[in-house]
């Protein structure tokens, strides 16, 4: 008796209602060439709830089966005809002139939601509807690249997943090797930060004393996690990602560990992007990690940097910019080379620019609303962490050579400060760093635009 | 590591946050005359995670200590100060109507929201918040028997309770005697339809092996069922309560059985008043049972008619009401008797026009909307049942005597009608009965009004 | 699929092998007149696992409904027909003394062993055979009062318990409010220390956050405990019983806890007599309480002085007894008065006497095997704990006073002593106490006799 | 709080117990010659439950650091020392000579066990203890191949083995991709007929809906399953295995099938031997698929014929054979030819003296105890299947080529005779076999000996 017992019992009470439908709506001639719009327009306007599951499920199995240009055609339909409807929102704009009362405001209210969210609403009471809206979203990404004017039908997307994806109804799961296949092998899929190559990697991850990982799941998304951090126990703060993954390493003991190390954070769902669960679950697995080993004192992250190189390579390319002095912009030359990383001579030269224009790139740079260009840095000060200390060469694989030429950074989440931070950030934009990274930062040219709210913005480690 | 766990790290960030709080924006020598309604002013205009979270819970409790008075008082507050903002409102028409958009519809969908709908949505951030506001809600409609004109307020927890309740996310669980005591002492606290006295009286209705209980749970509402109904396998379509109920009675061999009677359904929450689960519970525990045992083959109710009794009172005080032929009105006065339930001669002559009445009163009682007066048969005809059968004297318990003289009925879940019979309904508002209890009944004198939307009634069963 | 499962199986087995065993073995004509000696034979002799499973169901439903007289008939029948065969003992002598072997050794062994164990070990097979033997002992248990001739089958039986109830094969669970009824109620039933009343003082002692119950379970008895314990948070070593079970006390904050307080500890099984497990559970609820509270403490008991008021009726009652000087022997006659609890003065006058007799009792009272007369102090020093403190009046209930005078003494668990008190007690049987209690006792007037192998014995807290 | 716990308290306990032994009996000097005997006559004559926890580790972890050498030494010790001691023996017979009685009989009893049970029974008290049990006995098997004079040490083992593992202890557990990780290792590890190549090879026996997986697992053998069994669900009798085990076969709806096929069953620790699960896990698996699914009829296996390769090159070695006849005997000659298995000529000319050279090995060929030679015959007629069917070339992999020249056979499972035919099988090993294997064997030509208790032999389906 469980969610997926559920799942088949609406399906049978949708294939009646399919029954139905097909008696009395569907013309056999025309049922083909029906298109999805005029189903979404039954939708919105029957009246029985067997109906509604089949027709949603319907509409569903359909969708699923559009290639790209249809899909893009149907997200164009939802854009122009499930938006408000104008002859209504003036009806009831007259309403509200004639009277103002709480009616008419209300009214008002739901003449201006777009159609599409009462839409979206019944689609999902189609079996694993959550699911198949979930994926309708992630298309709907990809096609915006190309069609920003899409974004209205996004909105109401996130507006309503952030409503369904309440953090009151996500549970955390400790994830080991007595965790469920079906889990596990999701694990290895989204791991998005630092590859997982088989099963074999998998449990060296999760398996060995020192290793954790912790996962929030939803109901309606069964054995399908949200979001997942990958932590290490260790003896001091880390300042490269090869000897956490080194695959013959030998486990340290957990009791000796002084040190909890979230080396790997990653989102499985893309279609829930905006909606963020990450801030919660570092919260959520400190109290945990911090209730089983209770002599730990120091949560840090090892983070990747994910927009240094190309920052570095704007600061390089820009004559006079602010972030490099002309001696460090010489020798930064030297990362044209083609094999820089295994040039030792190079690495010793390297090492003192490369971390001062690191601290400048994480103490001045910005985004256009005045928030750290890095999204890593802006999920992680955001959460109330502090941007500890500067590591170089620390990720000296392809993927970390390209994103950030080998940086790493930690942030130490200090649970004294994490509060007191994450308000200062949310209203003053203040990056709190160590004063070893403050110090060797070159100062920003222009002040900071004036701040504005804060979105919270996607982990990735 | 499970919800209470993330309540309790709910409460370490939010008694962080409330020290914050404390610290930079109470007053200290004002802080106890602050009004709960400048604090919910603070939680709609704070930024900064904890401080919402510390607020929310800052805001439930002092509500908690609230005695009747001040009660109603900030209820009248969230009618009149947390409505929605005429002057923004205004502004959001004009914008409109300087161009007409997406962005604009949005935007005067946002300012038409009355701005309890976000206070709820910050609230609902404290621990155990949303608990909190189902109670909330309790009071609430307590306070409206007096003060109706505080409907727009219920109508926007309605609104937000009806999306947290989502059906996907309820959890339907089978209660028996191997369940735990936490959630047994909910089963007996709330028992609507048959009392339940004591430890040993649950065990008799939940370990038998011919009596089911299933419940529905919610996330959110740890332990604490939504519904529950409760289920007794026999061998025919039982007549009376008494025998299901008996306390010495043999149990049947369950594989014995060719009939599930669902003889007590009880709503827990009086807070999630309209937000019904009835008919998906009724379904899913008709999918469960069938699982189980699958020779049953008849799904059946023994339900109370709670409005029969004044019905008839009415009828019999009306002259030349239609209800009740001139015989039968002169043989309904022996229940006017002080003891007509043991006067064996009197039941008998009773019987009959009791029989025709009942008829009468199901298939020819509406209510404003056109509906069955019956509130129950509101409830199972509109989850597409069947009035198969009238039974008398069913019921002289006290309660049974004075809601409806002793009548009860069964309403037939028949699989292959049941979509059918609601889709009827629903658009119609079509009695669907056998044909022995529509041959009894006494034609209705006028036309039942047009149909409109039929609202799912709360279930007793 | 699980253990009710697998015996439903079974059972469906053993009804087919019954079959088989009406077709041929039983004349319907002898049927019921055959002895269960007999169908006993039939057991050991015949071969055919449904059949041997079938036949073990058939004896264990057929001892079921032996009255008293027949019972002992068939304990009877156990010694003398089910004991070991002295035939064929003689034989295996004389093969052993032909050819000196493992083989001839062997052979000696096996046909050595009392029938009754392969007998035993058959019925076991029957499903729900396990807990069916257990009752079975009991009531040998019972016999054995007035048939001490009966030990050697008491003795086969313990000897396959201690094998089965091995302590690898013990689970612990927590008990509390979410624990199923099904086991709360045989918590109810067993609690031999203090009696739970009802639901509601049951939840008194398992719900609040200063308490804790826990109990051992095996998987042959499902939900149906061995043994459990009940502990009490405190912030110091309690003196009394009546302030632990108030009934409305106010709970204390366990964080704020200094002290773990097992103040019941009861065996639910008694036809696990001499299978002792109450060893194991306090260590390992130790263990587990000090994980949950890392700041506790001390770990002690409030526990009953079964064998004291006995002990002291006889001291007083012998003239010259060494256990009492003459002036507390003429206080103590104050004992004789009818309401001596009651009266202030009295109580006062007493308290230094008997707590000069409790401390000769426990230092210096010993049964034949040379241990100390109380049960419960041998339970406890057996298990390494210390005789820490005597407290008067400490127990004033009818039970407390009838057993005991109204003494309850306290055993210290320290862990970093608790296997060298273990050592200790086990080799030469020395009462480890606390200097206040070694040095108000009276010596001992004769040496102890020398040590032998010690007996667990069963706790009672 | 769980098995791992209990575990860990014990390694608690036994290191405090350790610094006893340490401390109290090892003279530091000879502590590393110390013999592993030694230790073990210490842990036969300690007192004192904590120095018999910990010296029982202390034996076990110096047992796993033996090589070979030392271990055959080991295991000759416990043949030679821990025998039987003659000496008390015959103190017992002596006893018992001088006065018959249960007392004598049994002090006669335990003093012929053994001293390595008793050695055993102590060692298992060790944390792990019964593992490390069942893999000494593993070690024992491996030598015993050389030294079949270890067969009483083997004995012990097996004697006590067959106790703890008790059929009332084991628990079925349905294997699929929900299952964990660390259970599913041990899936793809032991795996004995089939060879499983990696986690899809794993998924694709699991997870497919027309695949079913159970295993059985004891408390003290946490997540490593015993024996488990393989099922798929088909249409008809499989008369080969490449279709099953095919990699992109298309799943069957299994509402639509009507065949249940054990296709391969393996016992999981070799340390078991002798000790049979398989009977039970087959009676119980096929009720648990017959509640799912309760339309399936036929139950069946599919099963290889280990024995019959060898047996048939001995057939045709002996001139004059019994098995087969003169034109068989030539044509079988094309199975020396080096691809016979490729020449669909040879395949086609050698099928029917094959088949009637299997009818004859099954019907007639017997070991000493008048068994079937084949194992896998043995299992499954033991118990109490027929040998339905013979297929040929059903197996053509090297393995089945290999053994059974590419033969495999069906089991049948009648739950209507299953239970007759095990009688008759235990009783007559009467081969029960439909008569289109019976038609085709060739007459038996000598007697099989008189029956004798059949052993239980090992499945590998």
Redesign the interface.
């Known amino acids: ?3 997926s ?2 799942g ?2 609406l399906q ?2 949708s294939d ?2 399919r029954a ?1 439908i097909d008696r009395r709506r569907v013309d056999p001639d025309t049922a083909h060439s029906e298109s999805l719009a005029e189903l979404c327009e039954q939708l919105l306007s029957i ?5 509604e599951v089949a027709l949603a499920r319907e509409i569903l199995a359909r969708y699923d089966e559009l290639t790209i240009g249809p899909r893009i055609a149907f997200f164009e339909t939802l ?1 122009l005809r499930f ?2 409807d ?1 002859t209504r ?1 003036e009806k009831a ?1 007259e309403a ?1 002139h004639g009277s ?1 009362s ?2 008419t ?2 009214a ?2 739901m003449q ?3 159609r599409r969210q009462e839409l979206f609403r019944r689609l ?2 189609a079996p694993q ?2 699911a198949a809206l979930v994926r309708m979203r992630e298309h709907l990404l990809d096609v915006m690249v190309r069609r920003p004017e899409l974004a ?1 039908v996004d ?1 109401d997307f996130r507006h309503l997943f952030a ?2 994806f ?9 994830i080991d ?6 889990v ?1 092998e999701k694990i290895i899929l989204y791991e998005a930060v630092h590859q997982i190559h088989d ?1 074999n990697d998998l ?1 060296a991850r999760i398996d060995p004393p020192d290793r954790r990982c912790y996962a929030f799941f939803h ?2 998304l069964v ?1 399908d996690p949200l979001i997942f951090v990958q932590v290490a126990l260790t003896r001091e703060i880390p300042s490269a990602i090869a000897p956490i993954l080194a695959p013959n390493r030998v486990p340290l003991d957990p009791d000796r560990a002084t040190t909890a190390v979230f080396y790997s954070i990653s989102n499985c769902q893309r279609g829930l992007a905006g909606v963020t669960f990450g ?1 919660f679950l570092i ?2 697995v400190v ?2 990690i911090s209730r089983e080993f ?1 002599r730990l004192g120091t949560y840090v992250t090892l983070s990747p940097s994910p927009g240094f190189s190309k920052w570095l390579k704007t600061e390089r390319a820009t004559i006079d910019s602010a972030g490099l002095s002309e001696g460090d912009r010489t020798i930064l030359a030297r990362l044209d080379q083609d094999d820089w990383w295994t040039d030792q001579a190079a690495l010793t030269e390297l090492r003192d620019p490369i971390m001062r224009a690191a601290a400048t790139y994480y103490m001045t740079g910005r985004d256009r609303r005045g928030l750290p260009i890095d999204p890593v840095a802006r999920f992680h000060l955001g959460n109330g962490a502090r941007l500890e200390r500067l590591n170089w060469p620390a990720d000296l694989s392809p993927r970390g050579r390209d994103q950030s030429y080998g940086l790493m950074v930690n942030y130490l989440y200090d649970l004294g400060d ?3 931070n ?2 200062a950030f ?2 003053t934009r203040a990056v709190i760093a160590a004063s070893a990274v403050r110090k060797i930062a070159r100062p920003a040219r222009a002040a900071a635009p004036a701040p504005a ?2 979105e919270p913005a996607a982990p990735s480690a």
């Open positions: 008796m469980n969610t017992f559920f088949e019992l049978t009470i009646r209602g139905l009246r029985g709830e067997a109906s854009l938006g408000p104008r929102i704009i509200w103002q709480e009616e405001a209300s008002l209210h201006c939601e777009p999902n009471l509807g959550t209205p909105s409503s369904w309440n953090r009151g109804f996500l549970v955390l799961r400790h090797w007595a965790t469920s296949a079906s596990l099963w449990r109901p309606a054995d801030n919260k959520q109290a945990e209770p994490i509060e007191k994450h308000e949310a209203e709210k804060v």
